[in-house]
């Protein structure tokens, strides 16, 4: 089996950077028809920050990487959002321990903890029409490959939109909520699509 290292997981917060940062006008329309307008822009703060401080200084494992990124998430994003992803990464990264390499099972463990992590922050599931519904089918995909993964994200994002909101901003509008996709689910999908692309490098 394939293993990734540091430089790999750089590669996928910086795909991650690039996603976020072509798709910030469909993340913060989603957001203004059941938030606040500003989702695109948050993440498109927050990894700018991630991907310039990997550039400065990229860390010597993939776990660190990820334990960084979180870090920045939590750090530059106002939003709900940035802590979750931010703890999304960090738990995972911590997951990873020192390890120098890792395998397409070990990151779906990590990123399984990592999930678990936001589910207890949140106190959301899977159904509540929140990035949990993207994030959590493809973490379960992601053993079988990259593409199952990014491929069950999009179904994941796709699925909300007849939802009704239970958490989160947009759990406000209730009843209103359903007949959007939501804006986390969907930066979830292109977190997957990243690393889909790098992997298939
Ligand atoms: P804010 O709502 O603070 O403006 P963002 O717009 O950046 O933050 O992010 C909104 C997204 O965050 C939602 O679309 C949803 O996917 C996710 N979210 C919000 N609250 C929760 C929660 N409690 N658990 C999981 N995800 C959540
Ligand atoms: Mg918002
Ligand atoms: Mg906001």
Do not use: C
Request: cysteine-free.
């Amino acid at each position: 089996t394939e293993s990734y290292g540091a430089a790999f997981v750089v590669r996928w917060m910086e795909a991650a950077a690039g996603a976020v940062e072509r798709e910030a006008g469909r993340l913060t329309e989603l957001d203004s028809a059941i938030g606040d307008a500003d989702h695109g822009a948050n993440l498109r703060r927050g990894f700018a920050a991630v991907a310039e401080e990997l550039a400065k200084e990229p860390p010597g494992t993939p776990g660190a990487v990820l334990v960084t990124a979180g870090r920045l998430l939590i750090s530059t994003v106002g939003g709900a959002s940035g802590p979750l992803y931010g703890t999304l990464l960090r738990r995972a990264g911590k997951e990873l321990g020192e390890a120098g390499e890792v395998t397409r099972d070990g990151l779906a463990r990590a990123l399984a903890a990592g999930v678990a992590a936001v589910g207890q922050l949140g106190g959301a599931a899977p159904g509540d029409k929140t990035m949990l519904d993207a994030l959590t089918p493809a973490v379960a995909a992601l053993p079988e490959s990259f593409a199952a993964a990014r491929a069950a994200a999009d179904a994941g994002a796709a699925a909300t939109v007849p939802l009704r909101a239970r958490k989160g901003r947009a759990g406000y509008l209730g009843e209103r909520s359903v007949g959007h996709q939501d804006p986390g689910a969907t930066s979830s999908a292109l977190l997957f699509a990243a690393l889909e692309e790098v992997a298939a490098g």
